[in-house]
Protein backbone atom coordinates (compact mmCIF):
# COMPACT_ATOMS: atom_id res chain seq x y z
CA UNK A 1 0.00 0.00 0.00
CA UNK A 2 1.24 3.43 -0.67
CA UNK A 3 -0.12 7.15 0.27
CA UNK A 4 -2.22 9.16 -2.82
CA UNK A 5 -0.73 11.75 -4.41
CA UNK A 6 -3.24 14.69 -4.74
CA UNK A 7 -2.27 16.66 -7.66
CA UNK A 8 -5.12 17.79 -9.94
CA UNK A 9 -4.28 16.78 -13.71
CA UNK A 10 -3.66 20.18 -16.37
CA UNK A 11 -6.76 20.28 -18.29
CA UNK A 12 -6.82 19.14 -22.04
CA UNK A 13 -5.95 21.26 -24.42
CA UNK A 14 -8.09 21.40 -27.48
CA UNK A 15 -7.70 23.96 -30.92
CA UNK A 16 -8.55 27.19 -30.69
CA UNK A 17 -10.40 26.78 -34.54
CA UNK A 18 -11.52 28.80 -37.31
CA UNK A 19 -12.96 31.38 -35.03
CA UNK A 20 -10.76 32.08 -32.88
CA UNK A 21 -10.57 35.79 -33.48
CA UNK A 22 -14.34 36.35 -31.69
CA UNK A 23 -12.95 35.87 -28.31
CA UNK A 24 -9.48 37.13 -28.69
CA UNK A 25 -9.75 39.80 -31.65
CA UNK A 26 -13.18 40.34 -32.35
CA UNK A 27 -12.78 43.11 -34.82
CA UNK A 28 -10.76 41.05 -36.98
CA UNK A 29 -13.73 38.62 -36.79
CA UNK A 30 -16.24 41.92 -37.77
CA UNK A 31 -17.78 43.51 -34.63
CA UNK A 32 -17.31 45.84 -32.27
CA UNK A 33 -18.29 44.19 -28.70
CA UNK A 34 -15.85 45.37 -25.70
CA UNK A 35 -14.51 49.05 -24.89
CA UNK A 36 -11.19 48.09 -24.54
CA UNK A 37 -9.40 46.07 -27.13
CA UNK A 38 -5.95 44.09 -26.97
CA UNK A 39 -3.67 43.30 -30.19
CA UNK A 40 -0.53 44.03 -31.83
CA UNK A 41 0.50 47.30 -30.33
CA UNK A 42 2.77 46.86 -27.51
CA UNK A 43 4.35 50.36 -27.56
CA UNK A 44 2.74 53.72 -25.57
CA UNK A 45 4.22 57.48 -26.66
CA UNK A 46 6.38 56.94 -23.40
CA UNK A 47 8.05 53.36 -24.17
CA UNK A 48 11.43 53.37 -23.62
CA UNK A 49 13.84 51.63 -26.01
CA UNK A 50 14.23 51.16 -29.69
CA UNK A 51 10.99 50.99 -31.63
CA UNK A 52 10.46 47.76 -33.93
CA UNK A 53 8.29 45.75 -35.72
CA UNK A 54 8.39 41.75 -35.53
CA UNK A 55 6.43 40.53 -38.60
CA UNK A 56 6.23 37.45 -40.43
CA UNK A 57 4.06 34.54 -41.91
CA UNK A 58 2.97 30.96 -40.46
CA UNK A 59 3.64 28.54 -43.25
CA UNK A 60 2.22 25.13 -43.57
CA UNK A 61 3.29 21.65 -44.27
CA UNK A 62 2.45 22.64 -47.82
CA UNK A 63 4.10 26.12 -48.15
CA UNK A 64 1.38 28.22 -47.92
CA UNK A 65 0.92 30.64 -45.20
CA UNK A 66 -1.79 30.21 -42.22
CA UNK A 67 -4.18 32.81 -42.31
CA UNK A 68 -6.40 32.11 -39.40
CA UNK A 69 -3.66 31.63 -37.09
CA UNK A 70 -3.38 33.81 -33.84
CA UNK A 71 0.20 34.62 -32.16
CA UNK A 72 0.53 35.92 -29.19
CA UNK A 73 4.56 37.74 -28.29
CA UNK A 74 5.92 37.77 -24.43
CA UNK A 75 9.30 39.69 -23.75
CA UNK A 76 11.08 41.34 -21.47
CA UNK A 77 11.43 45.68 -21.64
CA UNK A 78 14.16 47.57 -23.14
CA UNK A 79 16.39 46.82 -20.38
CA UNK A 80 15.86 43.06 -20.02
CA UNK A 81 13.12 43.09 -17.47
CA UNK A 82 10.00 41.04 -17.36
CA UNK A 83 6.88 42.98 -16.39
CA UNK A 84 6.10 40.06 -13.68
CA UNK A 85 6.57 40.05 -9.97
CA UNK A 86 8.92 36.46 -10.40
CA UNK A 87 11.17 38.52 -12.04
CA UNK A 88 14.00 40.29 -9.42
CA UNK A 89 16.56 41.26 -11.66
CA UNK A 90 17.80 44.66 -10.47
CA UNK A 91 16.36 46.51 -13.58
CA UNK A 92 14.02 49.39 -14.15
CA UNK A 93 10.45 48.23 -14.83
CA UNK A 94 9.04 50.18 -17.86
CA UNK A 95 5.26 51.32 -16.09
CA UNK A 96 4.27 51.96 -20.23
CA UNK A 97 4.84 48.68 -21.35
CA UNK A 98 3.38 45.55 -20.69
CA UNK A 99 5.73 43.60 -22.64
CA UNK A 100 2.53 41.25 -24.33
CA UNK A 101 0.59 41.54 -27.29
CA UNK A 102 -1.53 39.50 -29.90
CA UNK A 103 -1.54 39.57 -33.65
CA UNK A 104 -3.86 37.48 -35.77
CA UNK A 105 -2.30 36.79 -39.01
CA UNK A 106 -4.01 38.76 -41.99
CA UNK A 107 -7.16 36.79 -43.57
CA UNK A 108 -5.77 37.90 -47.19
CA UNK A 109 -1.47 37.67 -46.76
CA UNK A 110 -1.26 35.85 -43.75
CA UNK A 111 1.17 38.00 -42.23
CA UNK A 112 0.96 38.86 -38.45
CA UNK A 113 2.38 41.72 -37.05
CA UNK A 114 3.66 43.02 -33.25
CA UNK A 115 4.32 46.78 -32.82
CA UNK A 116 7.10 46.68 -29.75
CA UNK A 117 10.59 47.55 -28.52
CA UNK A 118 13.58 45.24 -28.76
CA UNK A 119 14.07 43.95 -25.24
CA UNK A 120 17.64 43.70 -23.50
CA UNK A 121 19.75 40.75 -22.27
CA UNK A 122 17.35 38.62 -19.70
CA UNK A 123 19.54 36.87 -17.18
CA UNK A 124 19.75 32.58 -17.83
CA UNK A 125 18.90 30.02 -15.34
CA UNK A 126 21.80 30.05 -11.96
CA UNK A 127 24.69 28.90 -13.28
CA UNK A 128 24.10 29.25 -16.86
CA UNK A 129 24.96 32.68 -19.06
CA UNK A 130 22.27 35.41 -20.10
CA UNK A 131 19.64 34.83 -22.91
CA UNK A 132 20.70 37.08 -25.40
CA UNK A 133 17.39 39.35 -26.48
CA UNK A 134 14.55 37.43 -27.78
CA UNK A 135 10.56 36.92 -28.21
CA UNK A 136 8.32 34.29 -26.80
CA UNK A 137 5.83 33.01 -29.11
CA UNK A 138 2.69 31.27 -28.96
CA UNK A 139 0.77 30.77 -32.00
CA UNK A 140 -2.94 28.18 -31.70
CA UNK A 141 -5.11 27.70 -35.03
CA UNK A 142 -7.13 25.70 -36.38
CA UNK A 143 -5.40 22.38 -37.04
CA UNK A 144 -3.43 23.29 -34.20
CA UNK A 145 -4.15 21.04 -31.45
CA UNK A 146 -1.68 22.44 -28.63
CA UNK A 147 -0.53 25.77 -28.70
CA UNK A 148 3.25 26.07 -29.99
CA UNK A 149 5.87 27.99 -28.55
CA UNK A 150 8.70 29.42 -29.66
CA UNK A 151 11.36 32.05 -29.58
CA UNK A 152 12.49 34.82 -32.24
CA UNK A 153 16.09 36.30 -31.70
CA UNK A 154 17.37 38.92 -32.92
CA UNK A 155 19.79 38.17 -36.14
CA UNK A 156 21.92 41.31 -35.62
CA UNK A 157 23.17 40.17 -32.01
CA UNK A 158 25.19 37.69 -33.02
CA UNK A 159 27.84 37.96 -29.63
CA UNK A 160 25.07 37.45 -27.39
CA UNK A 161 23.40 34.61 -29.96
CA UNK A 162 26.35 33.03 -29.81
CA UNK A 163 26.96 32.95 -26.30
CA UNK A 164 22.98 32.21 -25.71
CA UNK A 165 22.02 29.25 -23.35
CA UNK A 166 18.95 28.28 -25.15
CA UNK A 167 20.33 28.52 -28.93
CA UNK A 168 23.21 26.60 -27.89
CA UNK A 169 20.98 23.60 -27.17
CA UNK A 170 19.51 23.34 -30.53
CA UNK A 171 21.39 20.63 -32.69
CA UNK A 172 21.81 20.43 -35.38
CA UNK A 173 23.22 23.87 -34.65
CA UNK A 174 22.17 24.89 -38.34
CA UNK A 175 18.55 24.49 -36.99
CA UNK A 176 19.37 27.95 -34.69
CA UNK A 177 18.64 29.62 -37.69
CA UNK A 178 15.23 28.89 -38.03
CA UNK A 179 14.70 30.92 -34.44
CA UNK A 180 16.47 34.37 -36.46
CA UNK A 181 14.65 37.64 -36.97
CA UNK A 182 16.25 39.28 -39.94
CA UNK A 183 16.83 43.01 -39.49
CA UNK A 184 15.50 45.51 -42.03
CA UNK A 185 14.69 49.05 -42.60
CA UNK A 186 11.25 50.08 -43.87
CA UNK A 187 10.72 53.93 -44.71
CA UNK A 188 12.84 54.49 -41.72
CA UNK A 189 11.18 51.50 -39.95
CA UNK A 190 13.47 49.16 -38.09
CA UNK A 191 11.51 45.88 -39.44
CA UNK A 192 12.14 42.17 -38.22
CA UNK A 193 11.22 39.61 -40.43
CA UNK A 194 10.46 36.38 -38.75
CA UNK A 195 8.64 33.93 -41.07
CA UNK A 196 7.53 30.47 -39.06
CA UNK A 197 7.53 26.83 -40.68
CA UNK A 198 5.39 24.18 -39.15
CA UNK A 199 6.97 21.57 -41.19
CA UNK A 200 9.58 20.91 -43.68
CA UNK A 201 13.29 21.25 -44.34
CA UNK A 202 12.76 24.87 -42.72
CA UNK A 203 10.81 23.40 -39.58
CA UNK A 204 11.49 25.88 -36.78
CA UNK A 205 12.36 24.64 -33.63
CA UNK A 206 9.21 24.74 -31.29
CA UNK A 207 9.70 24.05 -27.74
CA UNK A 208 8.41 21.98 -24.76
CA UNK A 209 8.47 24.41 -21.97
CA UNK B 1 2.58 37.59 -5.48
CA UNK B 2 3.59 34.41 -7.78
CA UNK B 3 6.43 32.42 -6.63
CA UNK B 4 9.65 32.34 -9.33
CA UNK B 5 9.55 28.40 -8.90
CA UNK B 6 9.22 27.07 -12.21
CA UNK B 7 6.16 24.46 -13.43
CA UNK B 8 5.48 21.01 -13.27
CA UNK B 9 6.81 19.43 -16.60
CA UNK B 10 3.55 19.36 -18.95
CA UNK B 11 1.74 15.68 -19.14
CA UNK B 12 1.54 15.38 -22.87
CA UNK B 13 -0.11 12.41 -22.89
CA UNK B 14 -3.35 13.75 -21.64
CA UNK B 15 -3.20 16.58 -24.89
CA UNK B 16 -4.31 15.83 -28.22
CA UNK B 17 -0.93 15.14 -30.27
CA UNK B 18 -0.09 17.70 -32.89
CA UNK B 19 -0.76 15.32 -35.94
CA UNK B 20 -3.87 13.41 -35.84
CA UNK B 21 -5.34 12.42 -39.48
CA UNK B 22 -9.10 12.59 -37.86
CA UNK B 23 -9.17 16.33 -37.83
CA UNK B 24 -8.01 17.33 -41.39
CA UNK B 25 -5.98 20.31 -41.00
CA UNK B 26 -3.72 18.98 -38.56
CA UNK B 27 -2.15 17.19 -41.24
CA UNK B 28 0.14 19.93 -42.57
CA UNK B 29 -0.24 22.02 -39.42
CA UNK B 30 1.37 19.74 -37.20
CA UNK B 31 5.48 19.70 -36.15
CA UNK B 32 7.57 16.48 -37.56
CA UNK B 33 10.25 17.08 -35.45
CA UNK B 34 10.47 16.76 -31.63
CA UNK B 35 9.96 19.88 -29.91
CA UNK B 36 12.71 20.86 -27.69
CA UNK B 37 12.29 20.12 -24.02
CA UNK B 38 13.64 23.48 -22.53
CA UNK B 39 13.99 23.70 -18.25
CA UNK B 40 11.98 27.28 -17.78
CA UNK B 41 13.96 30.13 -17.22
CA UNK B 42 12.40 33.65 -16.72
CA UNK B 43 11.08 33.82 -20.27
CA UNK B 44 8.64 31.22 -19.27
CA UNK B 45 8.02 31.68 -15.48
CA UNK B 46 6.65 34.77 -16.35
CA UNK B 47 3.62 36.35 -18.07
CA UNK B 48 1.23 39.26 -18.89
CA UNK B 49 -0.91 40.43 -15.88
CA UNK B 50 -4.23 42.13 -16.70
CA UNK B 51 -6.07 44.59 -14.35
CA UNK B 52 -10.07 44.36 -13.67
CA UNK B 53 -10.06 48.62 -14.92
CA UNK B 54 -9.26 47.06 -18.49
CA UNK B 55 -12.34 45.37 -18.79
CA UNK B 56 -15.94 46.85 -19.27
CA UNK B 57 -18.92 45.52 -17.01
CA UNK B 58 -20.47 43.64 -19.26
CA UNK B 59 -17.84 41.92 -20.91
CA UNK B 60 -19.04 38.80 -18.78
CA UNK B 61 -22.64 39.00 -19.82
CA UNK B 62 -23.08 37.69 -23.20
CA UNK B 63 -27.01 38.26 -23.50
CA UNK B 64 -26.36 42.09 -22.78
CA UNK B 65 -22.80 42.36 -23.97
CA UNK B 66 -23.80 42.53 -27.51
CA UNK B 67 -27.99 43.44 -27.32
CA UNK B 68 -29.16 45.66 -29.85
CA UNK B 69 -32.69 45.73 -29.56
CA UNK B 70 -33.18 42.48 -27.34
CA UNK B 71 -31.43 40.28 -25.66
CA UNK B 72 -29.48 37.10 -27.53
CA UNK B 73 -32.25 34.25 -28.17
CA UNK B 74 -31.58 30.96 -26.62
CA UNK B 75 -31.24 28.93 -23.39
CA UNK B 76 -30.02 31.45 -20.58
CA UNK B 77 -26.72 29.59 -19.25
CA UNK B 78 -24.72 30.75 -15.91
CA UNK B 79 -21.56 29.00 -16.33
CA UNK B 80 -19.06 29.00 -13.48
CA UNK B 81 -16.34 27.22 -11.98
CA UNK B 82 -12.70 27.59 -10.56
CA UNK B 83 -9.34 27.67 -12.16
CA UNK B 84 -6.51 25.77 -9.80
CA UNK B 85 -3.94 24.61 -10.40
CA UNK B 86 -2.41 20.95 -10.74
CA UNK B 87 -1.81 21.74 -6.59
CA UNK B 88 -5.43 22.78 -6.41
CA UNK B 89 -4.63 26.37 -5.53
CA UNK B 90 -6.83 28.76 -7.05
CA UNK B 91 -5.35 30.82 -9.87
CA UNK B 92 -6.38 34.15 -8.42
CA UNK B 93 -6.66 37.85 -11.17
CA UNK B 94 -5.78 35.43 -14.02
CA UNK B 95 -7.86 36.37 -17.13
CA UNK B 96 -10.31 34.18 -19.26
CA UNK B 97 -11.99 34.88 -22.58
CA UNK B 98 -14.48 32.72 -23.95
CA UNK B 99 -16.32 32.62 -27.64
CA UNK B 100 -19.09 30.29 -29.05
CA UNK B 101 -22.03 29.75 -31.54
CA UNK B 102 -24.86 31.51 -31.22
CA UNK B 103 -27.86 28.89 -29.96
CA UNK B 104 -28.59 27.78 -33.78
CA UNK B 105 -24.64 27.19 -34.15
CA UNK B 106 -23.64 30.22 -36.41
CA UNK B 107 -20.33 32.25 -35.19
CA UNK B 108 -20.68 36.03 -35.49
CA UNK B 109 -17.71 35.76 -37.90
CA UNK B 110 -17.18 36.97 -41.30
CA UNK B 111 -15.68 33.20 -42.34
CA UNK B 112 -18.80 31.64 -41.16
CA UNK B 113 -20.97 30.39 -44.07
CA UNK B 114 -23.18 28.38 -42.02
CA UNK B 115 -26.90 28.74 -42.92
CA UNK B 116 -28.23 29.43 -39.54
CA UNK B 117 -28.98 32.68 -38.78
CA UNK B 118 -27.50 35.09 -37.11
CA UNK B 119 -28.73 36.53 -33.48
CA UNK B 120 -28.52 40.68 -34.11
CA UNK B 121 -28.73 40.72 -30.26
CA UNK B 122 -25.59 37.93 -29.62
CA UNK B 123 -21.82 38.75 -30.49
CA UNK B 124 -20.72 35.49 -29.10
CA UNK B 125 -17.61 36.41 -26.56
CA UNK B 126 -16.70 37.78 -23.33
CA UNK B 127 -14.03 38.10 -20.48
CA UNK B 128 -13.56 38.20 -17.20
CA UNK B 129 -10.72 37.90 -14.30
CA UNK B 130 -10.44 34.79 -11.80
CA UNK B 131 -11.35 36.27 -8.02
CA UNK B 132 -9.24 35.63 -5.49
CA UNK B 133 -9.99 32.10 -4.87
CA UNK B 134 -9.69 31.43 -8.77
CA UNK B 135 -13.61 31.60 -8.84
CA UNK B 136 -15.25 32.94 -12.28
CA UNK B 137 -18.67 32.75 -13.84
CA UNK B 138 -20.17 34.07 -16.86
CA UNK B 139 -23.73 34.44 -18.17
CA UNK B 140 -24.94 33.76 -22.14
CA UNK B 141 -26.66 31.19 -23.99
CA UNK B 142 -26.17 27.57 -24.97
CA UNK B 143 -24.43 27.24 -28.25
CA UNK B 144 -26.37 25.19 -30.59
CA UNK B 145 -24.03 21.84 -32.77
CA UNK B 146 -22.84 23.03 -35.94
CA UNK B 147 -21.67 20.85 -38.94
CA UNK B 148 -18.15 21.66 -40.41
CA UNK B 149 -16.26 20.78 -43.48
CA UNK B 150 -13.43 17.78 -42.08
CA UNK B 151 -15.72 14.58 -43.53
CA UNK B 152 -18.73 15.21 -45.67
CA UNK B 153 -21.30 14.72 -42.30
CA UNK B 154 -19.21 15.91 -39.42
CA UNK B 155 -21.21 18.26 -36.82
CA UNK B 156 -19.62 19.80 -33.92
CA UNK B 157 -20.81 18.98 -30.56
CA UNK B 158 -21.89 21.95 -28.35
CA UNK B 159 -19.14 23.45 -26.98
CA UNK B 160 -17.83 27.27 -25.46
CA UNK B 161 -13.82 27.91 -26.50
CA UNK B 162 -11.75 29.01 -23.17
CA UNK B 163 -8.88 30.97 -22.96
CA UNK B 164 -6.59 31.24 -20.05
CA UNK B 165 -3.40 33.00 -19.02
CA UNK B 166 -2.10 31.62 -15.38
CA UNK B 167 0.53 33.23 -14.00
CA UNK B 168 3.28 32.54 -16.27
CA UNK B 169 3.34 32.11 -20.17
CA UNK B 170 4.57 28.30 -19.56
CA UNK B 171 0.69 28.07 -18.71
CA UNK B 172 -1.21 29.53 -21.45
CA UNK B 173 -4.08 27.09 -22.53
CA UNK B 174 -6.78 27.04 -24.88
CA UNK B 175 -9.26 24.65 -24.40
CA UNK B 176 -13.17 23.63 -25.10
CA UNK B 177 -16.28 22.88 -22.59
CA UNK B 178 -18.60 20.36 -23.73
CA UNK B 179 -22.14 19.74 -22.44
CA UNK B 180 -22.82 16.82 -20.01
CA UNK B 181 -25.05 14.21 -21.90
CA UNK B 182 -24.32 15.79 -25.73
CA UNK B 183 -24.56 12.63 -28.02
CA UNK B 184 -22.34 14.06 -30.78
CA UNK B 185 -19.18 13.58 -28.61
CA UNK B 186 -19.44 10.38 -29.42
CA UNK B 187 -18.82 11.26 -33.07
CA UNK B 188 -16.13 14.32 -32.67
CA UNK B 189 -12.53 14.17 -33.35
CA UNK B 190 -11.57 16.91 -31.09
CA UNK B 191 -13.21 15.08 -28.21
CA UNK B 192 -11.74 12.04 -29.31
CA UNK B 193 -8.32 12.82 -30.30
CA UNK B 194 -7.74 13.10 -26.31
CA UNK B 195 -5.68 10.19 -26.04
CA UNK B 196 -6.37 10.16 -22.33
CA UNK B 197 -10.51 9.56 -21.68
CA UNK B 198 -10.49 10.63 -18.44
CA UNK B 199 -8.70 13.82 -19.02
CA UNK B 200 -11.65 14.21 -22.20
CA UNK B 201 -14.63 13.49 -19.55
CA UNK B 202 -13.02 16.43 -17.21
CA UNK B 203 -14.00 18.53 -20.33
CA UNK B 204 -17.32 17.74 -20.00
CA UNK B 205 -19.57 20.29 -18.13
CA UNK B 206 -21.75 19.30 -15.58
CA UNK B 207 -24.77 20.42 -15.18
CA UNK B 208 -25.10 22.35 -11.99
CA UNK B 209 -28.89 23.02 -10.31
CA UNK B 210 -27.59 24.47 -7.32
CA UNK B 211 -26.32 27.24 -9.14
CA UNK B 212 -29.15 27.84 -11.83
CA UNK B 213 -31.23 30.55 -10.58
CA UNK B 214 -34.76 29.13 -10.41
CA UNK B 215 -37.41 30.43 -13.49
CA UNK B 216 -34.82 32.25 -15.27
CA UNK B 217 -30.93 30.80 -15.59
CA UNK B 218 -29.86 27.26 -16.02
CA UNK B 219 -26.06 26.67 -15.05
CA UNK B 220 -23.13 24.53 -16.01
CA UNK B 221 -19.73 23.85 -13.51
CA UNK B 222 -16.62 23.69 -15.65
CA UNK B 223 -13.52 23.75 -13.34
CA UNK B 224 -10.28 24.53 -15.09
CA UNK B 225 -6.77 22.83 -13.95
CA UNK B 226 -3.45 24.75 -15.02
CA UNK B 227 0.46 23.19 -14.81
CA UNK B 228 1.20 23.60 -11.33
CA UNK B 229 4.66 25.06 -9.85
CA UNK B 230 6.97 23.45 -7.81
CA UNK B 231 7.94 24.81 -4.13
CA UNK B 232 10.38 22.85 -2.58
CA UNK B 233 13.05 24.71 -0.47
CA UNK B 234 15.37 22.48 -2.63
CA UNK B 235 14.77 23.74 -5.83
CA UNK B 236 17.42 24.61 -8.26
CA UNK B 237 16.83 28.99 -8.57
CA UNK B 238 16.04 30.31 -11.31
CA UNK B 239 17.93 33.45 -10.74
CA UNK B 240 21.50 34.22 -9.59
CA UNK B 241 20.26 37.07 -7.18
Same mark, same amino acid.
Given at each position: ?????????????????????????????????????????????????????????????????????????????????????????????????????????????????????????????????????????????????????????????????????????????????????Q?????????????????G????????? | ???????????????????????????????????????????????????????????????????????A??????V???????????V &??? @??????? $? *????Y????? =???????P??????????????????????????????????????????????????????????????????????????????? &??? @??????? $? *?????????? =????????????V???????N
Open positions: MVQLLSYLKETASQTAGPYVHIGLLPRQAGFEVFANNLGEVMVGPKTKGERVTIEGRLIDGAGVPVKDALIELWQANAAGRYHHAADRQHKPIDDDFRGWGRSGCDFETGRYCFRTVKPGQVVGRSGHRPMAPHVNLWIVARGINIGLSTRMYFADEEAANAADPVLNLIEPASRRNTLMGRQTRDQDVVYNFDIYLQERETVFFDI | MPRESEFFQRDRTIHPPAFTPSYKTSVLRSPRLPLLSLQNSLSEVTGPVFGAQELGPLDNDLILNYAKNGEIGQRLIHGRVTDETGAG &ANT @LLEFWQA $N *AGGRRHKND =RYLAALDNFGGCGRTLTDADGAYAFRTIKPGPYPWRNFVNSWRPAHIHFSLFGTGFAQRLITQMYFEGDPLLAHDPMFGMIPDREA &ASR @LVAPLDL $N *ASVPLDTLAH =RFDIVLRGRRSTFENKLQG
